[in-house]
């Protein structure tokens, strides 16, 4: 599948901070979406983007689409706690690939 | 509405051994794709279905093969079981062409 290369691969935060981590790609993709995974359990959408440049918020999440079409960063403000998980990055190539590629992850600690 | 449904939540099979994992997509959702995920990984695409039709297919082995039935539902099966295909096996569905994708909780499968 397409290589998407996400980062940091880990990251710890602490109650308060505002964390980013991006994805990014040698191939241009149509739609960029943001899941995040907790342990035993299905990926959940968090923020899906569908136009080069457009910035999308979700509660304290805001996630952009970079105008290359090539990158993708989610930014969560004021972390709390519960943010603590697995944030995976994917893509779709074009609008008629219903195949999504995902990066490898970034995993979120708190930091003790 | 109830999100997707996939059974059994766990499955533990011996090498050899044949597999089927079954998925019910949200009610409305014509799509449903598979995904492998193994430890450590993002999820890796193997099939996508839309109204009872393969669209697309990922890099597996032929032992990997599905359907979906009239009612959107679907079946993954795998056949001549190895140690490598230990994983969680995710099902995702979508209304069409360019929405979201949702997942459910995942089927975590042993292979011994």
């Known amino acids: 599948g397409q290589q998407l290369n996400q980062s940091p691969q880990s990251m710890f935060i602490q109650e308060g901070e505002d964390v980013s981590m991006n994805c990014t790609s040698s191939?241009?993709?149509?739609?960029w979406l943001w899941y995040k995974q907790d342990p035993g359990e299905g990926p959940v959408l968090l923020i899906a983007?569908?136009?080069?440049?457009e910035l999308t918020s979700n509660g304290r999440l805001t996630a952009q689409f970079g105008i290359t079409r090539k990158d993708s960063f989610l930014n969560i403000s004021a972390s709390i706690p519960s943010d603590v998980g697995i944030y995976f990055c994917?893509?779709?190539?074009?609008?008629?690939?219903?195949?999504?590629?995902f990066g490898a992850g970034t995993t979120v600690t708190v930091r003790a | 509405d109830a999100g997707v449904t996939q059974s059994p939540t766990h499955l533990i099979k011996t090498r050899g051994q044949q597999v089927t994992l079954r998925c019910s997509p949200i009610?409305?959702?014509?799509?449903v794709s598979w995904y492998q995920q193994v430890l450590g990984q993002g999820p890796q695409f193997i099939f996508q279905?839309?109204?009872?039709?393969?669209?697309g297919r990922g890099n597996f082995p032929d032992r990997f093969s599905a359907r979906q039935f009239p009612n959107y539902s679907s079946e993954l099966n795998v056949n001549a079981l190895l140690l490598g295909d230990s994983a969680l096996y995710l099902c995702?569905?979508?209304?069409?062409?360019?929405?979201?994708?949702?997942f459910g909780p995942g089927t975590r499968l042993t292979v011994t």
């Open positions: 994917a893509g779709q190539l074009s609008s008629n690939d219903y195949k999504l590629s």
């Open positions: 191939s241009i993709f149509n739609t």
């Open positions: 983007l569908y136009k080069a440049g």
């Open positions: 009610s409305g959702h014509k799509s």
């Open positions: 279905y839309y109204e009872k039709e393969e669209r």
């Open positions: 995702a569905s979508n209304r069409g062409v360019r929405d979201e994708q949702y």
